[in-house]
């Protein structure tokens, strides 16, 4: 088994980021020998913190989708397309960061709808709006692949993502931002790292888990797909519909989940 989770307002709670009613989960999981795999629109600098808090050691994805890192050596044989980036091997499958800002401050040009993007905030206003602390909102500024970004006239929205998509970018919606991306999600990282997984374990199950309308993805492409109540829960159900929709929210339904699949 696998298990492919989303941080925020899934394993991590999206108010106070703890993820303390998910250790027993996370205990199972270390006993068991389960590997966990981060898959996050955060990025690389605030996943590398993530994976030291939790004693991860494992791959994870970052930015949606945007790259997959895997410590030089975890795998036995050489990832297809893969760079060596630092202490890792990447498969990179977004589009350069500056690209992305381009095209957002063009789409708002554009469409006349004013947005504000993390490239035009200082890491304290990233902090105030985001619940970091200032040094948390440096990590997340540290961006490769992907712009988070608030719509200041919502009733200009549409006309906004349309004219992305017009630009040849795409958009999805986290719980907290929108995101511009390439031409990239959470389901093509993820299937990447599982047919890496699968090289060693042909019988694997993969174990999906998460809660907003950007990690509806990637729980189609899992065995086992576990949506985390949220305020998006009916839309995601809709997009998952053969997901397991959890009694709690946050890390208290991810435990639940977690503890129904683990084995023994």
């Not at 993820?19 to 270390?30: F, I, K, N, T, V």
């Not at 030089?72 to 630092?86: D, K, M, N, T, V």
């Not at 053969?242 to 503890?259: D, F, H, K």
Request: proline letters at 6%; charged letters at 25%; glycine letters at 10%.
């Amino acid at each position: 088994m696998i298990v492919f989770t989303d941080l925020d307002g899934t394993l991590l709670d999206r108010a106070t980021y703890s993820y303390e009613p998910a250790r027993p989960a996370l205990d199972a999981l270390a006993e068991a020998g389960v590997p966990v795999v981060l898959c996050t629109s955060k990025t690389r600098a605030e996943t590398e913190r993530w994976r030291l808090v939790l004693g991860n050691a494992h791959p994870f994805i970052v930015e949606n989708g945007g790259a997959a890192f895997a410590p030089r050596g975890y795998f036995p044989f050489a990832l297809p397309a893969a760079a060596a980036r630092g202490d890792y091997s990447a498969i990179e499958f977004g589009d350069p960061y500056d690209s992305l800002v381009a095209s957002l401050d063009a789409a708002s040009l554009a469409t006349g709808v004013r947005v504000r993007g993390f490239h035009h905030m200082s890491p304290e206003e990233i902090a105030r709006t985001a619940g970091l602390s200032i040094e948390e909102a440096r990590l997340a500024a540290a961006r490769e692949y992907d712009e988070p970004f608030e719509v200041l006239d919502p009733a200009g929205a549409t006309a906004l993502l349309e004219e992305i998509r017009r630009r040849g970018r795409r958009w999805t919606q986290g719980g907290r931002f929108y995101h511009i991306t390439g031409n990239n999600d959470k389901a093509g990282a993820v299937l990447a790292l599982r047919d890496a997984y699968r090289r060693m374990h042909a019988d694997l199950v993969t174990v999906g888990l998460g809660d907003g309308l950007n990690d509806a993805e990637f729980l189609r492409a899992v065995d086992i797909a576990y949506l985390v109540r949220s305020p998006h829960s009916a839309e995601l159900r809709a997009r998952v519909p053969s997901g397991r929709l959890t009694a709690g929210a946050g890390p208290e339904g991810w435990n639940q989940a977690i503890l129904e699949v683990v084995p023994e």
